[in-house]
């Protein structure tokens, strides 16, 4: 597609809840990235993908939390049992091959603000 | 590991006036540097980026930074800045062995005063 796109938009959900988070990055993008920016805070690394496989997953916060890439393409982020502390804005984003080369750069989506009460 | 200081958090400028954004990273060899920009609303836009050469860079929309070894400094600057360029600003940093993602500061909101 044009650029990375994220599905929702905007999601609530009621505490306890599962929640799925979908991520298409830009076609032909192998690298794959997740962020979470919480009201007033930067930007924290969650996890990335190199195609499908995930060698770093140190930025999950909890066990709560996983993520998967099927095809090197659509990612899906997924929150367990969401707590109050899960609210916040994911961001997406993709780049050509993964980070850092000359050249390369990372494209964000729009992200999903996610509500839990 | 990477990290990244915008010390700003909050930055109040005249329309027309002049524009400077701080930013200190920590990294032991040579880092890539990254301003995004955040619109109300909307995902991060990438302004500029710093790979290696030439320490002044060219960005969208007139801005530009520098490069300091020495002060491990990326400031953003813009000569002159427009109503339209209020929005949230974050300088990344990123390396090219270990993580291979962009670590990001907390962050400098602008605000133009018209």
């Known amino acids: 597609g044009a650029g990375v796109s994220q599905s929702p938009s905007n999601k609530v959900t009621e505490k306890g809840k599962d929640v799925e988070l979908r991520c298409d990055p830009i076609s032909g993008h192998t690298a794959l990235y997740w962020y979470r920016q919480s009201l007033g805070q930067g930007l924290e690394f969650l996890i990335y993908?190199?195609?499908?496989?995930?060698?770093?997953k140190s930025g999950l916060p909890s066990d709560r939390f996983s993520a998967e890439r099927t095809g090197g393409s659509v990612s899906t982020l997924t929150i367990q049992r969401t707590q109050q502390e899960d609210s916040a804005v994911y961001l997406c984003a993709s780049s050509l091959v993964v980070l850092l080369g000359v050249g390369t750069e990372a494209f964000f989506g729009q992200g999903t603000r996610l509500t839990v009460v | 590991a990477q990290s990244v200081t915008q010390p700003d958090i909050h930055i109040t400028v005249s329309e027309g006036a002049s524009l400077e954004l701080r930013c200190n990273y920590s990294y032991g060899a040579t880092p890539y540097l990254f301003w995004y920009v955040q619109s109300p609303g909307q995902g991060l836009q990438l302004l500029l980026k710093y790979f290696s050469g030439d320490t002044l860079v060219q960005g969208i929309k007139g801005f530009e930074a520098e490069f300091k070894r020495s002060q491990s400094s990326f400031n953003l600057r813009k000569p002159s800045v427009h109503w339209s360029d209020a929005a949230e600003y974050f300088c990344a940093v990123g390396a090219g062995t270990g993580r291979r993602a962009l670590t990001f500061g907390s962050g400098t909101r602008l605000q133009v005063q018209p």
């Open positions: 993908f190199q195609g499908n496989s995930a060698p770093d």
